[in-house]
């Protein structure tokens, strides 16, 4: 199988990755990657946190500088596709340009759910997305004074601990109970909201917003579901994503939540791949239920697998998954995945905030999260690749060392 | 801007110009050096970085610390040497600097 031209739709991380992986694979033909924001591919975790402090310049964002792409043979069109022509393979672009395929690759990613309140559109009210969002954001960011941020999620919460650190009152609400709760379990969220109370972050669980006020254009304050007038000169929300599948919709390919992809990442198209935020595939750790992630390693891994199979080495997708944010001076990640977790073993010093939390569904373990306990991070994502056999009474006793266990049961 | 020399397991030799204040890691991958994947993109989270500094050269790095030291520990044979080139901060110091590369990240 040679397939002369491989059409990629999306340049961030899993659109980036595909290209990449498939010249190192030695893939000769022809690529084409198709982003729709200025400018070179770039990495999106560093938005929210380090990249507002000024901890990391433009540039060193950047995967690769400009000559990569040239050298690499990756022709980078900044457009945006608008419609896939699947009976003559040709995507067809904005522009009114379009480009022919042997095999298509979407990883259009996905958009921040929007704020449905009067008042989101005032200019101090931010998602953060993009690079564009971020430089936008960051000298509002060191100017303010009063920020209120929707939603307890790590976007929400990474930039909570960077407007607090930068000095500003920082108000947090969050329609659920705890913070990162769709992502963490109990006592992880416990945790967090203790350090971010101790950074000055003050936090309003159970609680939405009815609207924003402005005054002459400008965010004045967040007015609480409960009717309370928080004081704000800066929002911003991070309520969850959108994944980004009207192309594939209006395509006709299948769509359960994102694009529907099996197990070796294809679409109900066989020339069509989907890969990265946008896909919604059988998850072999989530008992091969269909599910989406949005992560970088997921990008990466599913990127490696696609291009894999297009140089004609197949096989299902089976890599573990795995997170990280940083926040403060914690630094959590997460290996696995901990739905339906039904106990939990806690390694290690709440105080010190060098915790991991051992999430057992039962009584196999499903997901460790790990704060400040790197070690414990990396033993579990070994762990966690194998069928692990740990039990949470033996994790539970007396001087358990998750490092320690791993080196025993290497098979 | 010092320059940095990359020898890979195979032993081919790379030799990457890097800025001052950029990472080991950045300049390698800036410049398609293989073997070094840097899947969280520098924020100490993968230990796909992993690099040996030469001996003749420990001298002019710190030793890795707290994080970066667990981090270490489940890289694909670690020595003494080792370091995770997204902590390694470049400086005038170590113009001509010499880094081996593991035989594997993963």
Redesign the interface.
């Known amino acids: 199988m040679t397939l002369a031209s491989v059409v990629i739709v999306g340049a961030g991380q899993a659109g980036f990755q595909v290209a990449a992986s498939l010249r190192?694979e030695g893939y000769d033909g022809r690529i084409t990657l198709i982003g729709d924001e200025p400018g070179l591919p770039y990495?999106r975790?560093?938005l929210s946190k380090a990249y507002l402090l000024g901890k990391i310049q433009a540039t060193?964002l950047?995967?690769?500088?400009a000559d990569?792409y040239t050298?690499?043979r990756i022709e980078l069109l900044h457009d945006q596709a608008s419609a896939i022509d699947r009976l003559n393979r040709r995507v067809i672009l904005a522009s009114g340009a379009a480009v022919s395929y042997d095999h298509l690759v979407l990883a259009t990613g996905a958009h921040n759910r929007p704020l449905p309140v009067p008042g989101a559109e005032l200019p101090q009210v931010f998602g953060i997305k993009t690079k564009a969002d971020a430089d936008a954001l960051a000298p509002l960011a060191k100017a303010a004074r009063n920020v209120v941020v929707i939603g307890a999620g790590f976007i929400g919460l990474e930039f909570a601990a960077v407007a607090a650190a930068l000095g500003a009152n920082v108000h947090v609400l969050e329609l659920g109970e705890r913070p990162m709760a769709r992502a963490v379990s109990r006592e992880m969220s416990e945790l967090f909201r203790q350090a971010h109370e101790a950074w000055g972050v003050h936090f309003d669980f159970r609680q939405g917003l009815s609207r924003i006020d402005g005054d002459n254009g400008k965010v004045c304050a967040v007015q609480t579901g409960d009717g309370r007038a928080l004081p704000a000169d800066l929002v911003v929300f991070g309520i969850g994503v959108i994944p980004n599948a009207q192309l594939a919709t209006e395509a006709g390919l299948d769509i359960e939540n994102g694009i529907k992809v099996d197990a070796s990442l294809l679409t109900s198209d066989p020339q069509i791949s989907a890969l990265g935020d946008v896909a919604s595939f059988p998850c072999l750790q989530n008992d091969e239920q269909h599910t989406r992630l949005e992560s970088?390693?997921n990008a990466?891994d599913q990127a490696r697998a696609v291009a894999a199979r297009l140089m004609g080495k197949p096989a299902p997708y089976s890599a573990l998954p795995w997170f990280?944010t940083?926040q403060g001076d914690l630094?959590l990640?997460i290996a696995g995945l901990s739905n339906g977790y039904d106990s939990t073993v806690v390694l290690g010093s709440v105080e010190d905030k060098q915790v991991s939390v051992l999430c057992f569904r039962h009584d196999r373990l499903v997901a460790v999260e790990s704060c400040?306990?790197?070690?414990d991070h990396?033993?579990a994502?070994?762990i966690l690749a194998r069928a692990p056999k740990l039990t949470a009474v033996e994790a539970a006793a007396d001087g358990f060392d998750l490092?320690a266990w791993e080196a025993a049961n290497r098979d | 801007m010092p320059t940095l020399t990359f020898i890979e397991h195979n032993g081919t030799t790379h030799q990457v110009k890097g800025d001052i204040g950029q990472s080991v890691m950045q300049a390698a991958t800036f410049a398609s050096v293989p073997g070094i994947p840097a899947d969280c993109g520098g924020a100490c989270s993968c230990a796909t970085c992993h690099t040996y500094v030469d001996e003749a050269w420990l001298s002019k790095v710190q030793a890795p610390e707290g994080m970066e030291n667990d981090m270490l520990e489940y890289a694909f044979e670690r020595r003494d040497n080792s370091r995770l080139s997204c902590q390694l901060i470049i400086s005038q110091e170590m113009d001509g600097m010499v880094l081996h590369l593991p035989s594997s990240q993963f």
């Open positions: 190192q990495q975790p560093p060193n950047l995967f690769r500088p990569f050298t690499q970088v390693q990466i990280w940083d630094k990640q400040n306990r790197m070690g990396m033993a994502r070994k490092k």
